[in-house]
Protein backbone atom coordinates (compact mmCIF):
# COMPACT_ATOMS: atom_id res chain seq x y z
CA UNK A 1 0.00 0.00 0.00
CA UNK A 2 1.41 3.65 -0.96
CA UNK A 3 1.08 6.75 0.34
CA UNK A 4 -1.37 7.66 -2.84
CA UNK A 5 -4.51 5.38 -1.44
CA UNK A 6 -3.94 7.14 1.98
CA UNK A 7 -4.38 10.52 0.18
CA UNK A 8 -7.29 9.30 -1.31
CA UNK A 9 -9.12 8.37 1.53
CA UNK A 10 -7.79 11.04 3.37
CA UNK A 11 -7.96 14.09 1.04
CA UNK A 12 -5.16 16.08 -0.71
CA UNK A 13 -6.16 19.12 1.17
CA UNK A 14 -3.50 20.77 3.05
CA UNK A 15 -3.14 24.31 5.12
CA UNK A 16 0.04 25.72 4.32
CA UNK A 17 2.52 28.25 5.74
CA UNK A 18 4.10 31.17 4.36
CA UNK A 19 7.62 31.44 5.77
CA UNK A 20 6.54 35.09 6.16
CA UNK A 21 4.32 34.77 8.25
CA UNK A 22 4.16 35.40 12.16
CA UNK A 23 4.72 32.81 15.24
CA UNK A 24 1.67 34.01 16.78
CA UNK A 25 -0.05 33.65 13.34
CA UNK A 26 1.13 30.17 12.66
CA UNK A 27 -0.03 28.78 16.32
CA UNK A 28 -3.37 31.05 15.86
CA UNK A 29 -3.73 28.80 12.25
CA UNK A 30 -2.92 25.37 13.90
CA UNK A 31 -5.09 25.87 16.69
CA UNK A 32 -8.59 26.86 14.59
CA UNK A 33 -7.57 24.10 12.56
CA UNK A 34 -6.82 21.66 15.18
CA UNK A 35 -3.63 20.33 13.55
CA UNK A 36 -0.10 20.09 15.26
CA UNK A 37 2.02 20.79 12.07
CA UNK A 38 1.99 22.47 8.69
CA UNK A 39 3.92 22.66 5.53
CA UNK A 40 5.87 25.81 5.34
CA UNK A 41 5.64 26.70 0.88
CA UNK A 42 6.98 29.24 -0.84
CA UNK A 43 5.44 29.51 -4.05
CA UNK A 44 5.78 26.18 -5.28
CA UNK A 45 8.29 24.64 -3.07
CA UNK A 46 7.91 23.37 0.15
CA UNK A 47 10.92 25.05 2.43
CA UNK A 48 10.04 23.38 5.92
CA UNK A 49 7.61 22.20 8.38
CA UNK A 50 6.26 24.36 11.44
CA UNK A 51 4.80 22.31 14.11
CA UNK A 52 4.26 22.48 17.97
CA UNK A 53 7.76 21.37 18.85
CA UNK A 54 8.65 24.49 17.04
CA UNK A 55 6.74 26.58 19.08
CA UNK A 56 8.07 24.56 22.19
CA UNK A 57 11.52 25.21 21.45
CA UNK A 58 11.58 28.71 20.43
CA UNK A 59 9.31 30.06 23.61
CA UNK A 60 11.37 28.32 25.71
CA UNK A 61 14.64 29.81 24.01
CA UNK A 62 13.20 33.58 23.78
CA UNK A 63 10.23 33.75 25.73
CA UNK A 64 7.14 35.56 24.48
CA UNK A 65 9.02 37.65 21.96
CA UNK A 66 9.48 34.36 19.95
CA UNK A 67 5.51 35.49 18.79
CA UNK A 68 6.96 38.08 16.75
CA UNK A 69 9.39 36.02 14.64
CA UNK A 70 8.73 34.34 11.51
CA UNK A 71 7.55 31.32 10.67
CA UNK A 72 10.97 30.93 8.45
CA UNK A 73 12.98 31.77 11.27
CA UNK A 74 12.27 28.93 13.39
CA UNK A 75 10.56 26.29 11.16
CA UNK A 76 12.16 22.74 10.71
CA UNK A 77 14.39 23.01 7.52
CA UNK A 78 14.90 21.49 4.96
CA UNK A 79 11.38 18.93 5.49
CA UNK A 80 11.78 15.24 4.91
CA UNK A 81 9.45 14.39 2.23
CA UNK A 82 7.99 11.48 0.15
CA UNK A 83 6.25 10.84 -3.02
CA UNK A 84 2.50 9.21 -3.71
CA UNK A 85 4.27 5.89 -5.03
CA UNK A 86 5.87 5.48 -1.49
CA UNK A 87 5.39 2.10 0.89
CA UNK A 88 3.44 2.99 3.94
CA UNK A 89 5.61 1.08 5.56
CA UNK A 90 8.71 3.06 4.02
CA UNK A 91 7.05 6.17 4.90
CA UNK A 92 6.38 5.01 8.94
CA UNK A 93 10.08 3.53 9.13
CA UNK A 94 11.53 7.11 7.84
CA UNK A 95 9.32 8.62 10.65
CA UNK A 96 10.15 6.27 13.11
CA UNK A 97 13.87 6.64 12.32
CA UNK A 98 14.21 10.73 11.83
CA UNK A 99 11.25 10.94 15.23
CA UNK A 100 9.12 13.00 12.96
CA UNK A 101 5.04 13.05 12.97
CA UNK A 102 4.11 14.79 9.20
CA UNK A 103 5.57 14.43 5.44
CA UNK A 104 4.71 16.54 2.82
CA UNK A 105 4.04 14.41 -0.30
CA UNK A 106 5.90 15.54 -3.31
CA UNK A 107 4.77 15.04 -6.65
CA UNK A 108 6.85 16.45 -9.95
CA UNK A 109 8.16 19.72 -7.54
CA UNK A 110 4.01 20.43 -5.96
CA UNK A 111 3.27 20.04 -2.66
CA UNK A 112 0.43 17.00 -3.24
CA UNK A 113 -0.18 16.43 0.21
CA UNK A 114 0.43 15.74 3.91
CA UNK A 115 0.60 12.66 6.15
CA UNK A 116 0.62 12.20 10.01
CA UNK A 117 2.11 9.60 11.50
CA UNK A 118 -1.33 9.03 12.78
CA UNK A 119 -3.00 8.45 9.22
CA UNK A 120 -0.33 6.02 8.33
CA UNK A 121 -0.97 4.13 11.74
CA UNK A 122 -5.03 4.71 11.25
CA UNK A 123 -4.29 2.79 7.76
CA UNK A 124 -2.05 -0.52 9.18
CA UNK A 125 -4.86 -0.64 11.50
CA UNK A 126 -7.90 -0.73 9.03
CA UNK A 127 -5.92 -3.00 6.78
CA UNK A 128 -5.11 -5.70 9.94
CA UNK A 129 -8.43 -5.62 10.50
CA UNK A 130 -9.91 -6.25 7.44
CA UNK A 131 -7.22 -8.80 7.07
CA UNK A 132 -8.59 -10.58 10.16
CA UNK A 133 -12.17 -10.33 9.42
CA UNK A 134 -11.27 -11.95 6.20
CA UNK A 135 -9.40 -14.86 7.89
CA UNK A 136 -12.42 -15.12 10.33
CA UNK A 137 -14.40 -15.30 7.41
CA UNK A 138 -12.51 -17.65 5.58
CA UNK A 139 -12.01 -20.48 8.70
CA UNK A 140 -15.90 -20.02 9.29
CA UNK A 141 -16.61 -21.14 5.93
CA UNK A 142 -13.88 -24.45 6.00
Known amino acids: ?14 VTLSPAATLAGAVALLAEKRIGAAPVVEGDEVVGIFSERDVVYCLAAK ?10 EVMTAPA ?3 VPDEPVLGALSLMTQRRIRHLPVIEGGRLVGFVS ?3 LVKHRIDRIEHEAAAMRSYIQSV
Open 117 to 119: IGD
Open 63 to 72: GAAALALSVG
Open 80 to 82: RTV
Open 1 to 14: MTIAAILKTKGAEV
